[in-house]
T-cell receptor
Framework: GQNIDQPTEMTATEGAIVQINCTYQ??????LFWYQQHAGEAPTFLSY????GLEEKGRFSSFLSRSKGYSYLLLKELQMKDSASYLC????????????FGSGTRLLVRP | DVKVTQSSRYLVKRTGEKVFLECVQD?????MFWYRQDPGLGLRLIYF???????EKGDIPEGYSVSREKKERFSLILESASTNQTSMYLC??????????????FGEGSWLTVV
């Protein structure tokens, strides 16, 4: 089967660093995506990893280890507006380009 | 910027009604998708289409059908709405290429309540 696991909720303090983990088991692998979703809004694209290692984009970084089926999203210098759900999604081996999503991690940033 | 537009943000329908959810994208994307999102279950793929008049079932197609008569438009149809179809429905589109280039772009979502 195909499975993507993320913690359900996390809490962090404004200005701090938080790491959101994602583990996956899929039939094949053709890339991992992270999306941010504020309450009542559509998910928006944050990052993409297909090779092992760290991808940095401003305050956000995403890491991938294909051998471990593991990724994390690192958010630095947290701001109140970072309170949102963070969705991990994997593209499997077929050619349809559909994504398999985890249930998402709800992050609450406190003052 | 990519624009994916869902025609209705909030709908209330009665059990047994036929419901149409419309989605239009303006970036000439080949692929289009319909997901539903429910608390604790994440996004689940209902149907997707990789070309005009082509469609494939996703993970939860039961109770739904789709139509793609034009490249930019992908419609989700609930033939006879039921209360367990109360959910948020997200339309999305992407280019037909590998890598980050096929990032999925989402519409704003349609909140459907079936009473």
């Amino acid at each position: 089967g195909q499975n993507i696991d993320q913690p359900t909720e996390m809490t962090a303090t404004e200005g701090a660093i938080v790491q959101i983990n994602c583990t996956y088991q899929t039939s094949g692998f053709n890339g991992l995506f992270w999306y941010q979703q504020h309450a009542g809004e559509a998910p928006t694209f944050l990052s993409y990893n297909v090779l092992d290692g760290l991808e940095e984009k401003g305050r956000f970084s995403s890491f991938l280890s294909r051998s471990k089926g593991y990724s994390y999203l690192l958010l630095k210098e947290l701001q109140m507006k970072d309170s949102a759900s963070y969705l991990c999604a994997v593209r499997g081996e077929d050619s349809s380009y559909k994504l398999i999503f985890g249930s998402g991690t709800r992050l609450l940033v406190r003052p | 910027d990519v624009k994916v537009t869902q025609s209705s943000r909030y709908l209330v329908k009665r059990t047994g009604e036929k419901v149409f959810l419309e989605c239009v994208q303006d970036m000439d994307h080949e692929n289009m998708f319909w997901y539903r999102q429910d608390p604790g279950l994440g996004l689940r793929l209902i149907y997707f289409s990789y070309d005009v008049k082509m469609k494939e079932k996703g993970d939860i197609p039961e109770g739904y059908s789709v139509s793609r008569e034009k490249k930019e438009r992908f419609s989700l149809i609930l033939e006879s709405a039921s209360t367990n179809q109360t959910s948020m429905y997200l339309c999305a589109s992407s280019l037909d290429r590998a890598g980050a280039g096929n990032t999925i772009y989402f519409g704003e979502g349609s909140w459907l309540t079936v009473v």
